[in-house]
């Protein structure tokens, strides 16, 4: 009977993993900062121009969410 020896955790594995989480934080910050940029700056926009509706924070919202799709998607493509 083989005895089994416990596996001890690879520095490549270990590396491997860091730079995925290292990768997936950034992208949690690039989204942040698209979202909260294109919003102030569509708010600030109607703010500027005293727009009743919030025309340009809307839209600078949906741009944002569109950004951060091509983002995420960029990212799904390269891995595979």
Request: proline share 4%; aromatic share 20%.
């Amino acid at each position: 009977m083989e005895h089994d020896k416990p596996q001890i955790p690879n520095r490549f594995n270990r590396k491997q993993s860091l730079n995925k989480y290292a990768k997936y934080s950034s992208l949690a910050f690039q989204m942040i900062a698209v979202f909260v940029g294109f919003s102030l700056g569509g708010d600030w926009i109607d703010k500027n121009y005293q727009f009743k509706f919030p025309y340009f924070t809307l839209l600078g919202v949906l741009f944002a969410l569109v950004s951060v799709f091509y983002l995420l998607f960029k990212l799904i493509k390269e891995e595979n």
